[in-house]
């Protein structure tokens, strides 16, 4: 199997911008997707392939990607955007693995 | 619409098994390999394992393998767990998911509270 590091927390002012980083030695290989969990509520996909959005999201949600390690970028946080976010990915067998999640808090 | 219902889970006892289902609509079921996803009371999601759209291909998370047993049946739309000689450290909300490349869709969660 594989790890994947997030930092723990991340606080952001409203309107600012978070950057959550998510390393692996793996990810230079394999795409990222990044799910968004509020509390009492089951994960959702904000990021795909890196830097994918799907249907649905906003674009304030972005993902980027540089070797080893993958962003997701919030511009312009909201409130409702406090949540844990969590980086997922996959090695070539076809194990998944979750990052450790990274919380958002909106100040 | 996409819908996972699940059902199952509960209160055991360590050492004993517990079988969760995951009933699925509003998608083709056979053209989706399935996954289930955990999360210990506070704690981050847990990849469970994941099974292969017509069920011939399995996979598990290194904490399960052995133990639990991922299954389908295509003509019922539903999606299995089996957990065997479960421990305290099995507790968590179980999540079925659908992790599609571009959109995913998650069960409501059902709680599997492993105690003496």
């Known amino acids: 199997s594989f790890d994947l590091t997030q930092p723990p927390s991340v606080s952001v002012s409203p309107g600012q911008t978070a950057r959550i980083t998510c390393s692996g030695d793996a990810l230079s290989d394999q795409y990222v997707y990044w799910y968004q969990q509020k509390p009492g509520q089951a994960p959702m996909l904000v990021i795909y392939?890196?830097?994918e959005r799907p249907s649905g999201i906003s674009e304030r949600f972005s993902g980027s990607s540089s070797g080893a390690t993958v962003t997701l970028t919030i511009s312009g946080v909201q409130a409702d955007d406090e949540a844990d976010y969590y980086c997922?990915?996959?090695?070539?067998?076809?194990?998944?693995?979750f990052g450790s999640g990274t919380k958002v808090t909106v100040l | 619409q996409v819908l996972l219902v699940q059902s199952g889970g509960g209160v055991v006892q360590p050492g004993t098994s517990l079988r969760l289902s995951c009933r699925a609509s509003?998608?083709?079921?056979?053209?989706?390999?399935l996954h289930w996803v955990r999360q210990a009371p506070g704690k981050g999601l847990e990849w469970v394992g994941a099974i292969s759209y017509d069920g011939s291909n399995a996979k598990y998370a290194a904490s399960v393998r052995g133990r639990f047993t991922i299954s389908r049946d295509n003509s019922k739309n539903t999606l299995s767990l089996q957990m065997n000689n479960l421990t305290t450290a099995d507790t968590a909300l179980y999540f079925c998911a659908k992790m599609s490349e571009s959109e995913d869709c998650w069960g409501q969660g059902t709680l599997v509270t492993v105690s003496s």
């Open positions: 509003g998608f083709i079921f056979s053209d989706y390999g």
């Open positions: 997922q990915s996959a090695d070539i067998s076809g194990t998944h693995v």
């Open positions: 392939k890196d830097t």
